[in-house]
């Protein structure tokens, strides 16, 4: 059993490696053909020149893939922090449980925020439905706190940060129509004690906030669609003048 827990953390990890070393380089055109474009609420963001995001009623949410920063489990038992586990380390079985918890949470919270933005969430292509991919790379929780007894508190200002590489397809073509890489730490500002509850509402409020992000995205694409046919990197899109 040992082994395997040690398996599956092993794919986890290279799931990160993955995730980051697939995330685009600061280039203007992808090799997919997606431009740079100005991004007002996102770190970075690309569209498809002449994507036409009007016909797309309805989504496919995609479970979202979570990842550790690189050497977060070493770093994180280097660093005198409290422990998950009653040895007094963060062990494989304990970091596999933080990202089964962050991965439901961010499915969760996405989930109810595009059902609130009036989008159907469904779980098969259409000819009117978009699909979302995302994931959560980097993933660096900064005090996984203790679930036993007897460990000291530690108090924290921020559980953490946390990349966001998002993309979204046409669901029947499988047409990469945008992507969106966006950075940031935990909401909290307010030092507090870490608790696995504390650290994971921390982090669903984080994901609450790039889905509400998300969905006013697509709304406004919507409204300035078609895309032009071709954009010049780090031009603003933007919904035309009402007349």
Do not use: C
């Not at 984080?206 to 694409?221: D, N, Q, S, T, Y």
């Amino acid at each position: 059993m040992k082994s395997l827990t040690r398996f599956a953390l092993a794919a986890f990890l290279g799931l990160a490696a993955t995730a980051v070393s697939a995330q685009p380089a600061r280039t203007d055109v992808t090799p997919e053909g997606l431009v740079a474009v100005k991004a007002r609420k996102v770190g970075r963001a690309w569209l498809l020149p002449g994507a036409d995001f009007r016909p797309y009623k309805k989504v496919l949410l995609k479970p979202a893939e979570v990842a550790f920063q690189k050497n977060w489990l070493r770093n994180v038992n280097d660093t005198g922090t409290p422990r998950l586990s009653s040895a007094g380390r963060v062990t494989d079985a304990d970091a596999l449980k933080i990202l089964d918890a962050a991965r439901s949470g961010f499915d969760k919270v996405w989930a109810q925020a595009f059902k609130a933005g009036g989008y159907e969430v469904v779980t098969a292509p259409g000819d009117d439905v978009l699909e979302v991919a995302p994931r959560v790379v980097d993933l660096y929780v900064n005090a996984p706190a203790s679930m036993k007894s007897g460990v000291k508190e530690t108090y924290t200002v921020e559980a953490g940060d946390a990349t966001l590489n998002l993309e979204v397809r046409d669901s029947r073509a499988g047409t990469l129509l945008g992507r969106v890489v966006d950075r940031r730490e935990t909401l909290d500002g307010s030092p507090q004690r870490a608790s696995s509850a504390s650290n994971m509402a921390e982090f669903e409020r984080l994901f609450a906030l790039w889905a509400g992000i998300a969905v006013k995205g697509i709304e406004e694409l919507k409204a300035a669609s078609p895309m032009p046919e071709t954009i010049k990197p780090g031009q603003k899109i933007q919904a035309p003048a009402k007349k």
